[in-house]
């Protein structure tokens, strides 16, 4: 319905406007600086995740760091999305994979 790693309030604005109701989920209805400020480091994480996929044999340590952090932080927020998680977990392999820490 709506990007999930949005502030609380632009999520439900755009719920409201898009289908026409106001979400009373726990995450919605419930005011919560430190969850805003998860969601915006996610999604900040998943831009830095994919340059330093870019950038290929730089930056790989970072991109390590950054989606350990990432699944850390969905655990936090209780986002328990498989396809986000599957994208992160392989990420996370082609740095290991790259850095020589696994083979293939």
Same mark, same amino acid.
């Given at each position: 319905?709506?990007?999930?790693?949005?502030?609380?309030?632009?999520?439900?604005?755009?719920?409201?406007?898009?289908?026409?109701?106001?979400?009373?989920?726990?995450?919605?209805?419930?005011?919560?600086?430190?969850? %805003? $400020?998860?969601?915006?480091?996610? #999604? =900040?994480?998943?831009?830095?995740?994919?340059?330093?996929?870019?950038?290929? +044999?730089?930056?790989? %340590? $970072?991109?390590?760091?950054?989606? #350990? =952090?990432?699944?850390?932080?969905?655990?936090?927020?209780?986002?328990?999305? +498989?396809?986000?998680?599957?994208?992160?977990?392989?990420?996370?392999?082609?740095?290991?994979?790259?850095?020589?820490?696994?083979?293939?």
């Amino acid at each position: 319905y709506v990007e999930l790693r949005l502030h609380r309030e632009e999520r439900r604005q755009q719920l409201h406007e898009n289908y026409g109701f106001w979400c009373d989920c726990k995450a919605c209805s419930e005011p919560s600086e430190g969850s %805003d $400020r998860r969601r915006t480091e996610m #999604k =900040r994480l998943d831009e830095s995740i994919r340059v330093d996929q870019q950038d290929r +044999l730089k930056n790989m %340590d $970072r991109g390590e760091r950054s989606v #350990k =952090r990432v699944l850390k932080l969905f655990d936090q927020e209780g986002l328990h999305l +498989l396809t986000w998680r599957k994208l992160h977990c392989l990420s996370g392999m082609e740095f290991a994979l790259r850095r020589g820490d696994v083979t293939s």
